[in-house]
């Protein structure tokens, strides 16, 4: 799998910090997910980045848990739609490099808590070395986002929440319709996140992002 693959070949610095990591993160709840694929992440996230900084470490790692799984929702049905109803291929949404964590009106956010930009920060090296591993080999679009390639993103972990997030209104209709308005709590946690202002840890991500899509979702596919 293209995210294994990058997990395996990130350059492994430092351990020390991997047993308290897997403690602290592996029990966290993550139901898209195999016990083995989170064990598999945290450790190589964790001996990838710096131990010095605890907090930081650990909320880029449960953030890159929560993206994949939100990426699993996203393989469970809404991306047949984007591949084959797509009004504007092959660009599709990525139109703008909204791949960058925090935006001038984040940045410019005097509420800004030292953790989300130190978080930004590390998502955004993360996703560097990500879109670097992926797209070795593949042509890369020049006329719309920077880590976009003609056969699709290059990015599959630590997306920014308004890449994660976004979708399309008629994909949006379509997952209402086909789920008899049951997906209307989900939808709108979803929003809520694309649109937020960053400014701290729980403006990434939305458990109930995770427990609505449960819902949805789970029932229709396999753990990734």
């Excluded at 993550?30 to 909320?59: M, W, Y």
């Excluded at 109803?85 to 009106?105: D, K, L, S």
Aim: charged residues 15%; hydrophobic residues 35%.
């Amino acid at each position: 799998m293209p995210i294994d693959n990058w997990l395996g070949a990130l350059p492994q610095p430092d351990h020390s910090a991997t047993d308290s990591d897997l403690l602290c993160l592996a029990e966290c709840g993550s139901p898209f997910l195999t016990d083995a694929c989170v064990s598999n992440q945290i450790e190589r996230l964790s001996g990838h980045l710096d131990a010095r900084h605890k907090e930081v470490r650990r909320q880029v790692i449960a953030y890159s848990l929560y993206t994949r799984q939100v990426d699993a929702m996203l393989q469970s049905g809404p991306r047949a739609f984007c591949g084959g109803r797509c009004p504007t291929p092959p660009a599709g949404c990525c139109n703008y490099n909204h791949y960058v964590v925090m935006n001038i009106t984040d940045v410019m956010n005097s509420q800004n808590s030292p953790t989300a930009l130190h978080m930004a920060h590390t998502i955004g090296l993360l996703q560097q070395q990500q879109s670097g591993h992926n797209g070795a080999g593949r042509t890369m679009s020049l006329r719309y986002c920077s880590l976009l390639a003609e056969d699709g993103c290059t990015l599959r972990l630590v997306k920014s929440p308004r890449c994660a997030h976004y979708m399309y209104d008629a994909l949006k209709q379509s997952i209402l319709e086909e789920s008899a308005g049951a997906a209307k709590l989900f939808l709108a946690a979803i929003k809520r996140v694309e649109s937020s202002t960053i400014s701290s840890p729980d403006s990434f991500a939305s458990q109930t992002v995770i427990d609505e899509g449960a819902l949805l979702f789970l029932p229709h596919q396999g753990q990734a």
